[in-house]
């Protein structure tokens, strides 16, 4: 059984650019969900993908987007990057009926100069 | 909404210790509670979990937690620290139904070090 992968590990961008990270999901798990974690803190939700639509969104602004696709592997879109973007992305995936049940990959680093 | 506080940002204990982890929520229906670990520059490891039923789980690597309603708290134990505990925990919670379910809250996390 395959785990919940994630690329790239690192990547260093500029403050205005955009970024795409990308996260393939747990073999037979359907629902996908993205966690930003800053430095010395816990992650925060970002949004969840659950048969290609945004399936809940925590406090993040509208340039955070992302996509899910029909293989369930899904991509986090960041436009106009902010220094405060620099963080640790989580990607988790859930199975069928149970997306309270969440493995995590194990993320993307992402530097914002 | 739901929150999670874990108490102490720091905990160090000796090998062969008990281990205690404190957490405690917050949340308006019945939670579902989880503990997860997090080794340096790697992702969150699920440690075990309460959704119903028996109120003290047992997790991987001699984990256990219990739920205590009345407390509002799902503490972390070990009865005996080993050296490769090492790392950082965190608490969340989401609930079983809603526009939350599915969302989990995360605490601030806990580093745990053990020293020989």
């Known amino acids: 059984e395959t785990g919940v992968t994630q690329s790239p590990t690192h990547l260093i961008k500029t403050r205005g650019q955009q970024v795409t990270l990308r996260c393939s999901s747990q073999?037979?798990?359907?629902?996908v969900s993205w966690y930003q974690q800053a430095l010395g803190q816990g992650p925060q939700f970002i949004f969840q993908y659950y048969r290609e639509e945004e399936n809940g969104r925590g406090n993040f602004p509208p340039r955070f987007s992302g996509l899910q696709f029909p293989n369930y592997s899904s991509e986090l879109n960041v436009n106009a990057l902010e220094l405060d973007d620099s963080a640790l992305y989580l990607c988790a995936s859930s199975s069928p009926g149970q997306n309270y049940e969440q493995y995590f990959g194990p993320g993307t680093r992402l530097t914002v100069t | 909404a739901q929150s999670v506080t874990q108490l102490g940002s720091h905990v160090s204990v000796s090998e062969g210790a008990l281990v205690l982890l404190r957490c405690n929520y917050s949340s308006s229906v019945p939670p579902y509670l989880f503990w997860y670990v997090q080794y340096p520059n790697q992702g969150l490891q699920l440690l075990l979990k309460?959704?119903?039923?028996?109120?003290l789980v047992k997790g991987i690597n001699g984990f256990e937690a219990e739920f205590k309603k009345s407390e509002t708290s799902f503490h972390l134990t070990k009865p005996s620290a080993h050296m490769s505990d090492a790392a950082e925990y965190f608490c969340?919670?989401?609930?079983?139904?809603?526009?939350?379910?599915?969302?989990?809250?995360f605490g601030q996390g806990t580093i745990l070090t053990v020293h020989p």
């Open positions: 969340a919670v989401t609930i079983a139904g809603g526009t939350s379910y599915g969302k989990l809250t």
């Open positions: 073999s037979g798990h359907n629902t």
């Open positions: 309460y959704t119903t039923g028996a109120t």
